[in-house]
């Protein structure tokens, strides 16, 4: 099964220009907490973002070219959801916009930080979704300088 794992601002900002926009400290270890001991599935620009290979966690990289450095290259996305959607195996989804849009309709879970911030500036943004088909729980929340937040995971 596939879980979303992500963080938006107000207006489903997800990054911009290659990068994230929010670096909250919790968030990141809500992430890392929730991730770890897991595959983590991702497109190729947000591989790129990172410093290294996420630690702890199994690192798959969709891509449309093979590629070196993770532990897996997925190249026929389509077949890949077939494959593993239906798994008792929870798999993590872990970005960027693309990949999430392509993954929406197949997640059971998505685990959504919500951060009352916005930016004009942003470039990539998180699909919506409807809201309504989904059991809301908050898991989290906090607040971070001028930004509050909340962890939000939503059910089918
Ligand atoms: N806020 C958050 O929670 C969060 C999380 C993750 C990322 N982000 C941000 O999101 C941004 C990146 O998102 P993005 O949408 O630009 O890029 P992305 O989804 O990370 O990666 C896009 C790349 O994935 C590959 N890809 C996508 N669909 C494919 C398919 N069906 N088959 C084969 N390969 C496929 C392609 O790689 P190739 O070009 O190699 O073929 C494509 O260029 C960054 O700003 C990042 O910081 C935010």
Request: aromatic share 12%; hydrophobic share 35%.
């Amino acid at each position: 099964m596939f879980s979303i794992i992500a963080a938006v601002g107000k207006n489903n900002e997800l990054g911009k220009k290659g990068d994230l926009i929010f670096h909250i400290k919790e968030d990141m270890q809500f992430f890392k907490e929730t991730t770890t001991g897991h595959t983590v599935v991702m497109g190729f620009k947000t591989w790129e973002s990172l410093p290294k290979k996420l630690p702890n966690r199994k690192n798959i990289v969709v891509s449309f070219e093979e590629i070196e450095g993770p532990d897996e290259c997925v190249t026929d996305l389509v077949q890949f959801i077939k494959d593993n959607e239906n798994t008792n195996e929870e798999i993590f989804v872990i970005g960027g916009g693309s990949i999430y849009a392509q993954f929406i309709d197949h997640a059971k879970r998505i685990y959504l930080t919500e951060i009352n911030g916005e930016d004009s500036e942003a470039d990539v943004f998180f699909p919506t979704f409807d809201k309504s088909k989904y059991k809301r729980t908050v898991l989290q929340k906090g607040n971070s300088g001028k930004l509050s937040y909340e962890m939000c995971r939503y059910e089918v």
